[in-house]
């Protein structure tokens, strides 16, 4: 799993491409945009992809939008089916409901992490290439196994008291699917499975700043790339697989 960092604009989604080009040329590669502006739909948008390269683009805000409104919808269920004998239910109501209030920082990205997870432990795929958010966020995804966890605990803790009536493929079944990625992920990160390739245009002092960041963290770094001035749009696949 390479992810490809840096602030915005500096050429992260046209490195990350730039590579999975290459490598889809021997190996099978998925490229996965994290970036809410998903900037690759653009890349791909008049070529045709070649056979051993398949992407992407995650949106990540819908998601949690969805998860938001799942959670009323499961509790509210839950209320009318134990009421009025269930007086914990109004409790818990309102503790889901806070809970959703003091997300930690990033938590929509907390589904990027569900998906990156399952492509780390997909063998159909050779590589997973990762174009990430501007470094803020980025970080943030990368610090969410350790931010999140114990809010995701929080949350299944409460529902376990209605198993019984949280059906399969809903919220129950989400958060436990969201525990064991962030538990994955966490181990996939600081193995040698993964790295970050640094990208900028030269900004040293933002450079350095990423660089530490993720040394602080212990996330392998693969190298950094420096982009000159990139080609004026439009551009083509064969021009942007000669850039890696």
Not at 9 to 17: I, R
């Amino acid at each position: 799993m390479i992810f490809f960092a840096g602030k915005g604009g500096v050429g992260k989604t046209t490195s990350a491409t730039s590579l999975a080009l290459k490598l889809a040329q021997k190996q099978r590669v998925h490229l996965i945009s994290v970036d809410p502006a998903h900037t690759l739909r653009d890349v791909f948008a008049h070529e045709k992809l070649p056979p051993n390269l398949s992407i992407e683009m995650i949106d990540t805000r819908a998601k949690w939008r969805e998860f938001r409104e799942t959670v009323g919808a499961e509790i509210e269920r839950a209320m009318n089916a134990l009421a009025p004998k269930g007086l914990t239910v109004a409790y818990d109501t309102d503790a889901m409901q806070k809970l959703v209030e003091i997300a930690p920082p990033g938590a929509d990205e907390l589904f990027a992490v569900i998906r990156l997870a399952d492509l780390a432990n997909d063998d159909s795929i050779d590589t997973v290439i990762v174009d990430t958010a501007p470094v803020g966020h980025f970080l943030r995804l990368l610090d969410l196994p350790r931010t999140a966890g114990e809010w995701v605990r929080e949350f299944m803790r409460i529902l376990l008291r209605y198993k019984e009536l949280i059906p399969a493929g809903t919220l129950g079944e989400e958060l436990i699917r969201a525990s064991r990625a962030l538990h994955s992920l966490e181990e996939t990160l600081h193995s040698e499975r993964a790295s970050v390739i640094v990208v900028t245009r030269r900004d040293t002092e933002e450079t350095e700043h990423l660089v530490e960041e993720l040394k602080r963290r212990g996330i392998p770094i693969g190298g950094v790339k420096v982009i000159d001035p990139l080609p004026e749009p439009p551009i083509t696949l064969d021009e942007i697989a000669s850039l890696s």
